[in-house]
């Protein structure tokens, strides 16, 4: 599975969007690009995930660079309770020697 | 309700004393693995499992053990806990079909040895 590089942290004011980058120019034709958050020592939590289009649910929004060798998440209101470490990883979906690997993610502070 | 359960949530123990933590997940998942997250180090991969009695180390195997003797549970055997395994470990679970497959993940056993 390719790897991924994250800012460390990053804020925001609450209402505006969030905007976490995401690089991970290794990837290959059918590795995923996910995304889950880990709101303080709680059990990480699935967000979206994508391959080359854009995607959408009622938590956030992902680009996809048309290389896919880049990747945006977007909180499009932030709220106090974002507050989070969001991890990107990138890997294929089923099958292969699955380890995805979390690394540090980047801590977002949603301040009022 | 879906989910993936860990007991204990929270243990104190001392150096050498065998402890097991359970994971259990009610979703028929094939995959499930073991992590352990430190204070600037992330999360790191212990363990994980393919499916029934299928196993293979992660990034930091050494000084655990694990089986994977029915679906839906994966314990974790710390043989001889040392205070370097003092840490927050997470229980996930996936199918290893489809195209979502996103990890669920247990809330954590925060674990201390003394």
């Known amino acids: 599975d390719a790897k991924t590089t994250q800012p460390p942290s990053m804020d925001c004011a609450e209402g505006r969007a969030a905007n976490l980058p995401c690089n991970h120019s290794?990837?290959?034709?059918?590795?995923?690009v996910y995304w889950y958050r880990q709101i303080h020592s709680q059990g990480p939590q699935y967000i979206i995930h994508?391959?080359?289009n854009n995607e959408t649910n009622e938590m956030a929004s992902l680009i996809i660079t048309e290389d896919r060798k880049s990747s945006t998440l977007i909180l499009p209101h932030a709220t106090l309770r974002d507050t989070a470490v969001y991890y990107c990883?990138?890997?294929?979906?089923?099958?292969?020697?699955?380890?995805?690997?979390f690394g540090r993610g980047t801590s977002l502070i949603v301040h009022p | 309700e879906a989910q993936v359960t860990q007991n204990p949530r929270y243990l104190i123990t001392v150096t050498g004393k065998k402890l097991t933590v359970t994971c259990s997940q009610n979703m028929n998942h094939e995959y499930m693995s073991w992590y352990r997250q430190d204070p600037g180090l992330g999360l790191r991969q212990i363990y994980y499992s393919m499916n029934v009695e299928v196993t293979d180390k992660g990034d930091v195997p050494e000084g655990y053990k694990v089986s994977r003797k029915e679906k839906r549970n994966f314990p974790l055997i710390l043989e001889s806990p040392s205070p370097n395994q003092t840490s927050l470990y997470f229980c996930?679970?996936?199918?290893?079909?489809?195209?979502?497959?996103?990890?669920?993940f247990g809330p954590g056993t925060r674990l201390t040895v003394l």
């Open positions: 994508g391959l080359k």
């Open positions: 996930a679970s996936s199918l290893l079909s489809g195209s979502k497959n996103e990890q669920f």
């Open positions: 990883i990138v890997r294929y979906p089923s099958g292969g020697s699955y380890i995805p690997t």
């Open positions: 290794t990837i290959s034709g059918n590795e995923y």
